[in-house]
């Protein structure tokens, strides 16, 4: 039996544990389609689900759409509804009641909210709390990076996802517990392959050319993606090449602004908006060019689906991106300050298609060697069981 519906009191249901396996809660703010959420099917299915039984927690009901996917690998999922941060804490009783109810081995907090009502559920329940943090500490809210701080103490392991975001976390927290490893994200190199011939054909959907090169991204539109930078970025691209086609997948807070941003440049001849895609495989097998602009980031998923799909990366060196992008060889690295250089250093590229191939090939060995779920999933379940021998 699955649990998917949204729990509008404290009441928990039917009791599914098998006591010859670790029980696993996962607490996470939304299920959302964010890089951090769609990791979370993608590694349950990889998980030796003999061994170990998952559930997960989430709060903010409108941001469901990744349930089914974990529903489909056999997870247990369970809304504790809550409309912001401060609701969120007035959930703890239910949270300990879950972990008491469903025997809860191991709690895994993603994300400094959910990592603090864990830490304090996980006291009151007596089980230890494992925490993967996404991204550095310089680009979190005061009052989140308090909280976060305050009771980071209250943990058996960390998680940071990449080196940038474990120097972040050093940088700022000056004790030894903790234990901080670095656990890269990884993806599942089988399922994103380009040589999957997949629906809709998108180029004939939005009548590009085979011919003509597509750059783009899929991705949540917020501020620090500065979407609105990609779009001038674009525009300048297009001045010179005016065959080249570019694709954004993906919806969010700022579609608004983004939209506004795009008719304000006269794009619409060339600037497709797919919106939110359940399956994004098909529109990155469409794309030559996977480009980013962000600000900030922890090790975006997005951008290694996009590396495994054999596009070439051109990205701003936001967070992890410069663990994953040596500039000239698998793609494109600018600094953050000046995304506008993306523009002089892709102009080479598109003069030259056959480098864009040549670094999109060298793309996907990057992450065929070093950013397997396989890898990422043996590395989680020997932290679990390090965790539960305490």
Not at 228 to 239: D, F, G, I, R, S
Not at 276 to 283: D, G, I, K, S, T
Not at 326 to 352: A, T
Request: glycine share 6%.
């Amino acid at each position: 039996m699955i649990i998917s519906k949204v729990e509008t009191n404290t009441t928990v249901g039917p009791v599914l544990t098998n006591g010859k396996r670790t029980v696993v809660l996962h607490i996470i703010k939304s299920l959302g389609r964010g890089g951090a959420e769609m990791l979370l099917p993608e590694t349950l299915a990889k998980h030796n689900q003999s061994q170990y039984e998952f559930h997960y927690i989430y709060f903010l009901p409108w941001k469901d759409q990744v349930v089914g996917d974990i529903e489909r690998e056999n997870g247990i999922v369970t809304c504790i509804p809550a409309k912001n941060n401060i609701q969120i804490f007035g959930k703890t009783g239910a949270i300990v009641q879950y972990i008491k109810t469903h025997k809860v081995q191991i709690i895994h907090c993603h994300m400094p909210w959910a990592g603090v009502i864990g830490r304090i559920a996980g006291r009151l329940a007596k089980v230890p709390v494992v925490y993967t943090e996404h991204n550095k500490w310089e680009r979190y809210h005061k009052a989140t990076y308090f909280f976060n701080k305050y009771s980071f103490s209250s943990q058996a392991k960390v998680l940071a996802v990449s080196g940038e975001v474990a120097n972040s976390i050093q940088k700022h927290y000056h004790k030894n517990t903790p234990a901080i490893q670095v656990l890269r994200n990884g993806i599942n190199i089988d399922k994103f392959s380009r040589d999957i011939q997949m629906e809709p054909l998108v180029r004939s959907l939005y009548n590009i050319p085979e011919t003509a090169i597509v750059i783009g991204i899929t991705c949540v539109f917020r501020k620090q993606k500065r979407l609105t930078t990609w779009l001038e970025v674009a525009k300048q691209l297009h001045n010179v090449f005016t065959d080249v086609h570019f694709i954004i997948v993906g919806d969010g807070v700022l579609k608004e602004e983004v939209y506004a941003k795009a008719k304000a440049l006269d794009m619409h001849n060339y600037l497709h908006f797919a919106g939110l895609q359940a399956e994004v495989r098909p529109y990155l097998q469409a794309m030559d060019i996977f480009m980013m602009t962000s600000e900030f980031e922890g090790l975006p998923v997005a951008l290694l689906e996009a590396m495994s799909m054999r596009c070439m990366p051109a990205c701003t060196a936001a967070g992890g991106i410069g663990e994953l992008i040596q500039d000239g060889e698998n793609g494109v690295l600018v600094p953050i300050e000046e995304p506008e250089q993306l523009i002089n250093k892709l102009s080479e590229y598109i003069l030259y298609p056959e480098k864009i191939k040549a670094a999109a090939q060298h793309a996907r060995q990057t992450v065929a060697s070093n950013f397997s779920i396989q890898t990422m999933v043996a590395a989680l379940e020997n932290t679990y069981e390090e965790v539960v021998a305490g």
